[in-house]
């Protein structure tokens, strides 16, 4: 059974960091495409880093380029997402997702297991 566990969300001043993880067990995330997604209240889902396990082709959406980095820890199963330089427009609840497709693919629609997600809030 496929399960995704996201974590490290919180509360957070404008400037700091957070680091999220996304713990996946049930399978191995090779030959899977992985997407960090956020969603604020009363926006679309927006993907904001994917990852193609195959080849380690990545995309980072405009707002965070510079700012967030997603990565992969093979033996933990795990991906990362590190946050530096948050702002507040950046609140939302983050979501880690994957399909099983060897493809870097950043739209919502396109991945079919989801975690619970992390609220994260950049506030002072």
């Known amino acids: 059974q496929v399960q995704l566990v996201e974590s490290g969300g919180g509360l957070v001043q404008p400037g700091g960091s957070l680091r999220l993880s996304c713990a996946a067990s049930?399978?191995?995330?090779?030959?899977?495409?992985i997407g960090w997604f956020r969603q604020a209240p009363g926006k679309e889902r927006e993907g904001v880093s994917c990852?193609?396990?195959?080849?380690?082709?990545?995309y980072y959406a405009d707002s965070v380029k510079g700012r967030f980095t997603i990565s992969r820890d093979k033996a933990k199963n795990t991906v990362y997402l590190q946050m530096n330089s948050l702002k507040p427009e950046d609140t939302a609840v983050y979501y880690c997702?994957?399909?099983?497709?060897?493809?870097?693919?950043?739209?919502?629609?396109?991945?079919?297991?989801w975690g619970q997600g992390t609220q994260v809030t950049v506030s002072s």
């Open positions: 997702a994957v399909t099983a497709r060897v493809a870097l693919l950043t739209t919502a629609k396109e991945y079919d297991y």
């Open positions: 049930g399978f191995t995330l090779d030959y899977y495409a």
């Open positions: 990852f193609s396990s195959s080849d380690g082709v990545t």
